[in-house]
């Protein structure tokens, strides 16, 4: 497996110089009284290729992580998905980018030579220290990501589970860093991996809390979405976007794709208001059309993904969706159960889901290889894959929102005023605060997102003192007026 740090930054930011007797201090005064540029085209591009041996040390993470049945002689806790491993590899290699950048440059790195890089510095309590304080002053204030990062550690040192304390190996591979690890604090750790492994878990435990109690909001996610949230009904003004969809339709006969595109946008959000998917949950659901021999639920399974599939039973679209393809597959909410839902004939639902599947996905396939998947991009001369993957499908909602969405005084078109561009996760945010405005139950709220009343408590419940209030007198009125 070929990792890569994911620094995007200029890339004389990342000057190195090979000769790995040279202090970093050293070496990067003599660029700056030299005023040389870099020109390793490695370096330009912004995003460096990992050292062989620092790649191989993440491919027995990742291979430890996800692998099915854990390598004998190995123990572990937990398992990570693709998503969650392609999320850790971004961030350790943007932490390993940080390491390896010069301290003159733009990034204010620490200038570690690449070849010193390994898996084995995480242990030391320097490091992350470093780590920590670079991010901080790079923004201003800590967030929760550094707290994230330190649990990461945590569960890489933990005893009896963690990959690092059961590979005592890669203490050998440590070299020392002027200011960070001397020579003695290596031997140190040679001589007693576990001891090494035990210090720093304690001392990172103590620097998440820490961290945890000054912890700032670097973004509100609700922000984008607020003249939603504080509507009576969000449910209700989110759905004013599929209606201003509808209303400004191309007519199909005049212009096939642009039809086509109104129509997957528009399915896109009524699908997102109906089964409150995560965006993955939600671009991988295949489908079968009217007719065909659905996928059966262990098919599912295997692949991971939902279905839509006609139900002659219940005479409606059904989406059935295995549990193992949540993020949350352990959850109480599905014990073991697949996720099942009738889509409701409302709005014309049905119409265009049929109109898409029947005319529609095939003028945006163009004769291109359909990867199965409900939801497909169009495709274009310069792309002929048609399958979304999380970026791609996020651009497709985000596009959507600033074309029906965002009230423009201007032009008159759009459907809500103060709306800002969001992806569609929001879409989750808006399900949860609607019922919780409605019934005041957190229950009830996580019902509508797959998820645990605790989990929508701390996350998703955008309630607003006023609404819990007058949920309160809205009861207490009625003795009021039975009298």
Known sequence: MKQRYAIRFPGNAYGQSETPKESCRDRYERYDDDGASFTDPDLMSGVIDAPPALAMEMA?????????????????????????????????GLMFGALAAQPQGPVRGYGVPSNHLTFGLLVFPSIWDWYVQWRERRRGFYTA??????????????????????????????????????????????A?????????????????????????????????????????????EYRKITEEILRLMPDERLYRRSAAEAVRSFLMLRFGLHLGLRQKNLRQLMVCERG??????????????????WSERDCGWEVLIPAVAFKNANSSFFGSKPFRLILPNLGGLYDHIEAY??????????????????????????????????NTFYEAWRLTIQRYGIYNPYTGRGAISGLLPHGPHNVRDVLATHIL????????????????????AHHYGRFLPQDKAALAARILNQVWEAA
């Open 60 to 92: 027995e993470l990742i291979r430890f992580k996800t692998a099915t049945l854990t390598a004998f002689g190995l123990q572990r806790n937990g398992v990570w998905g693709e998503e969650t491993a392609s999320q850790k590899v971004e961030h350790l």
């Open 292 to 309: 065909k021999l659905a996928r059966s639920e262990r098919q599912l399974a295997d692949m991971k993904r939902g279905e839509l599939r």
């Open 145 to 190: 990501w550094e707290v994230d990062m330190l649990r990461i550690s945590l569960a890489l040192t933990r005893k009896d589970t963690g990959w690092l304390r059961q590979h005592p190996h890669l203490a050998s591979r440590v070299r020392p860093i002027e200011g960070l690890v001397s020579q003695k604090d290596i031997e140190r750790a040679q």
């Open 437 to 456: 405005k409605q019934t005041g139950s957190y229950e009830q709220a996580s019902y509508a997102i797959q998820d645990t009343p605790d989990m929508v």
């Open 357 to 390: 599947i029947g005319r529609h996905r095939e003028t945006l396939l163009r004769g291109a290889a359909d990867p199965g998947t409900f939801f497909i991009k169009t495709v274009k001369a310069t792309s002929r894959d048609a399958s979304y993957d999380q």
């Open 192 to 236: 007693d991996w576990d001891d090494a492994c035990d210090i720093y878990f304690k001392h990172a435990s103590s620097r998440a809390k820490e961290i945890q109690r000054v912890a700032r909001v670097h973004r509100d996610p609700f922000e984008p979405i607020m003249p939603v949230l504080e509507a009576d009904s969000p449910v209700g």
